[in-house]
């Protein structure tokens, strides 16, 4: 994706110790949404994980330029702040995927909801 490109598709993942989950997650996203042809981006919300998932996902954002990370400063009383999917929402998007916790896992229900939305 080239960094001056308006983005088209923008999926928003909330992220709260996933780290087994990341790698898996992130390269099914890219088969579903490379073959669509239009600039994307993944934003992951990291609600102060405690396993490796920041780190993983730093090591995998080199690897996937269009990968974005949302670090939540997490203070002791509020955690699962990343996790609501209206705190991200407010980016101008034409257009959306909403993924919300494994449902990428039930089918190819992503690439259905994005060619429904081309």
Do not use: C
């Not at 928003?12 to 579903?32: A, R, T």
């Not at 980016?91 to 909801?113: C, E, H, N, P, T």
Request: net charge positive.
């Amino acid at each position: 994706m080239n960094p001056i490109e308006p983005v088209e598709i923008s999926v928003v993942v909330p992220v709260f110790n996933e780290e087994w989950n990341l790698p898996i997650l992130i390269s099914k996203l890219v088969q579903v949404l490379n073959p669509i042809g239009l600039p994307y981006e993944m934003i992951f919300v990291d609600d102060g994980s405690t396993d490796g998932s920041r780190r993983i996902l730093r090591e995998m954002a080199i690897q996937y330029p269009s990968l974005r990370i949302i670090e939540v400063l997490v203070l002791h009383h509020s955690r699962k702040f990343g996790k609501s999917k209206y705190n991200i929402r407010n980016r101008a998007l034409r257009s959306f995927i909403d993924l919300l916790g494994v449902r990428w896992m039930k089918g190819r229900r992503i690439q259905y909801d994005v060619e429904e939305r081309i």
